[in-house]
T-cell receptor
Framework: GAGVSQTPSNKVTEKGKYVELRCDPI?????LYWYRQSLGQGPEFLIYFQGTGAADDSGLPNDRFFAVRPEGSVSTLKIQRTERGDSAVYLC???????????FGSGTRLTVV | DQQVKQNSPSLSVQEGRISILNCDYTNSMFDYFLWYKKYPAEGPTFLISISSIKDKNEDGRFTVFLNKSAKHLSLHIVPSQPGDSAVYFCAAQAGGTSYGKLTFGQGTILTVHP
């Protein structure tokens, strides 16, 4: 596609539930990133994929968070046993690895009630 | 541990004047710096960047200055336009490649008044 697409754009879930957030990167981009942005803060790194493998998952806050990219394109961020503190905008970005600066999607706003 | 800091939460400027946004960092391993602009309900958009081997990079109305000894960078917008009103984030990268994570500052809200 022309840009990075994230679905859903908004997600409200109850505390303790499981959620999946989807990211469709720009076609041909080999690198894919997940960030989380809380109110009044800058984006915070979660995980980065190079192809199908996670090249750096040092930002995942705990084992409730997991992400996959099985075919090297679409990625899914999975959050188990959601907590109210997980409420944030989850941003996905992709890059071609040639040019600095990634392209971000519009994000998924997750609200845990 | 905030490795990239933007100490001004907001900045207000008159149209046509210069906007100067500042950013400080603490990690000496950072070797590439970027500025992003973000409008409400949209993802951040890449604006301009600079390598640590340079001290200035210019692109139209936007210029980024890097002072490595002070671990400080700034973004100058001249002349400022109302459409520049947005949140501006500086970000830093280490590792010498275009891959890898970015560390972002907290952002500065720029308002340009007509």
């Amino acid at each position: 596609g022309a840009g990075v697409s994230q679905t859903p754009s908004n997600k409200v879930t109850e505390k303790g539930k499981y959620v999946e957030l989807r990211c469709d990167p720009i076609s041909g981009h080999t690198a894919l990133y997940w960030y989380r942005q809380s109110l009044g803060q800058g984006p915070e790194f979660l995980i980065y994929f190079q192809g199908t493998g996670a090249a750096d998952d040092s930002g995942l806050p705990n084992d409730r968070f997991f992400a996959v990219r099985p075919e090297g394109s679409v990625s899914t961020l999975k959050i188990q046993r959601t907590e109210r503190g997980d409420s944030a905008v989850y941003l996905c970005a992709s890059s071609d690895g040639i040019n600095y600066g990634y392209t971000f999607g519009s994000g998924t706003r997750l609200t845990v009630v | 541990d905030q490795q990239v800091k933007q100490n001004s939460p907001s900045l207000s400027v008159q149209e046509g004047r210069i906007s100067i946004l500042n950013c400080d960092y603490t990690n000496s391993m950072f070797d590439y710096f970027l500025w992003y602009k973000k409008y409400p309900a949209e993802g951040p958009t890449f604006l301009i960047s600079i390598s640590s081997i340079k001290d200035k990079n210019e692109d139209g109305r936007f210029t980024v200055f890097l002072n490595k000894s002070a671990k400080h960078l700034s973004l100058h917008i001249v002349p400022s336009q109302p459409g520049d009103s947005a949140v501006y984030f500086c970000a830093a990268q280490a590792g010498g490649t275009s891959y890898g994570k970015l560390t972002f500052g907290q952002g500065t809200i720029l308002t340009v008044h007509p």
